[in-house]
Nanobody, 122 residues
Framework: QVQLSESGGGSVQAGGSLRLSCKTS?????MGWFRQAPGKGREAVAG????????YYADSVKGRFTLSRDLTESTLYLQMNNLKPEDSGMYYC??????????????????WGQGTQVTVSS
């Protein structure tokens, strides 16, 4: 059982920044950040494999968001800069044990955190 706990959400104005944290009981084969706005489906934001050599981003956040991890703190981070109103939503941290597939496919993730809300006002 992998336990995930997100924090760091909040309300900011457009152009502002937030850093989300995901405390995990272990780093799994793949870990990712997803978000979901009201009335919309879950969207992949960023992902990283256990090796840490490659980090993947959705086109909508490239150049603005940075995913990183601290192995000593067992924490995954999502630094979000130049936030836009369309970035608003509930952000979830997810852990996948190794089901084949792309990082952005939510079906390959086995554990999810409770989510942290991000609200960006214009």
């Amino acid at each position: 059982q992998v336990q995930l706990s997100e924090s760091g959400g909040g309300s900011v104005q457009a152009g502002g920044s937030l850093r989300l944290s995901c405390k995990t009981s272990e780093f799994t084969h793949v870990m990712g950040w997803f978000r979901q706005a009201p009335g919309k489906g879950r969207e992949a934001v960023a992902g990283i494999y256990r090796s840490g050599l490659l980090v993947y981003y959705a086109d909508s956040v490239k150049g603005r968001f940075t995913l990183s991890r601290d192995l000593t703190e067992s924490t995954l981070y999502l630094q979000m800069n130049n936030l836009k109103p369309e970035d608003s939503g509930m952000y979830y941290c997810a852990a996948g044990l190794g089901v084949p597939g792309t990082w952005s496919n939510s079906d390959r993730y086995d554990y999810w955190g409770q989510g942290t809300q991000v609200t960006v006002s214009s």
